[in-house]
């Protein structure tokens, strides 16, 4: 048997769908069996390995997978250094600072000194490195928008896409750190061979999205 790129895609959740679309839309069919870890192409050499979206980085900088089709703002978050080869349109979202909505917000200072919340410590510690800002930070998983209400925290650091959950808690976005979206990352040591596949792919990925603009 010849060999096979592996790419990582999420096993479920936001991306999952529209990460298997974009193969599906490159020509590539997928044994796509329910509850299935692990999935051939049948028309490409192509394995899928099905993970979750912030366990990727390390498993493509481990090499378990060759390339993967991750949200960019777990890559920064993850700091694993991996190579994004092509944004890819979608799951559009920002990582932003919010403080409830009465807050009289006049600028980041008034971070200063306050408790925040966040699932993305190491994108919000570079953040406020970089505003001189030193501050409290609060390490939680998820429901991070709730953590002012409960008085774990002044203020969040979360994703943002429609807004909607930080108006139904009560808080309004005002700074932005970073802007994500899906894109395609790789292992820099991949082997020649996959190298090859990883260029056709890619050829067709840009097809793809070429044709959709
Ligand atoms: O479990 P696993 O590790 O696989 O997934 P995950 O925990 O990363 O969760 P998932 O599936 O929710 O998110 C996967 C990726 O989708 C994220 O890493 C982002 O790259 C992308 N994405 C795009 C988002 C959003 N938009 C988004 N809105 N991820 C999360 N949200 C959440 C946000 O945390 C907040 O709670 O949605 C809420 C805000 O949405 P709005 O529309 O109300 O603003």
């Known amino acids: 048997m010849g060999?096979?790129?592996?790419i990582a895609v999420q096993k479920s959740g936001r991306?999952?769908?529209e990460s298997l679309k974009i193969l599906k839309e490159c020509g590539i069919s997928i044994d796509n069996g329910k509850d299935q870890l692990k999935a051939n192409a049948f028309n490409f050499p192509l394995e899928v390995l099905y993970l979750r979206n912030s366990d990727?980085?390390?498993y493509v900088k481990d090499g378990v997978a060759d390339i993967a089709i991750v949200g960019e703002n777990v890559v920064i978050e993850?700091?694993?250094k991996l190579e994004i080869l092509q944004k890819l349109g979608f799951s559009k979202c920002r990582l932003a600072?919010?403080?409830?909505k009465d807050v009289d917000y006049q600028g980041i200072e008034y971070f200063n000194g306050k408790r925040l919340a966040t699932s993305y410590p190491n994108s919000l510690?570079?953040?406020?490195k970089a505003n001189n800002l030193d501050c409290d930070i609060h390490v939680i998983s998820g429901s991070v928008e709730i953590a002012p209400n409960i008085g774990l925290a002044d203020g969040i650091c979360d994703l943002v896409s429609s807004g909607s959950t930080l108006f139904k808690n009560g808080l309004k976005e005002v700074e932005e750190i970073l802007v994500s979206e899906a894109?395609?990352?790789v292992n820099k040591n991949i082997s020649d061979l996959k190298k090859a596949i990883l260029d056709r792919l890619l050829f067709r990925m840009r097809s793809v999205l070429a044709?959709?603009?």
């Not at 060999?3 to 592996?6: A, G």
């Not at 510690?125 to 406020?128: D, E, Y």
């Open 183 to 185: 894109c395609l990352v």
């Open 78 to 80: 993850k700091q694993k």
């Open 125 to 128: 510690q570079q953040f406020l």
């Open 97 to 100: 600072m919010a403080v409830p």
């Open 211 to 213: 044709a959709k603009n």
């Open 3 to 6: 060999e096979k790129l592996k």
């Open 15 to 17: 991306l999952q769908e």
């Open 56 to 58: 990727i980085p390390q």
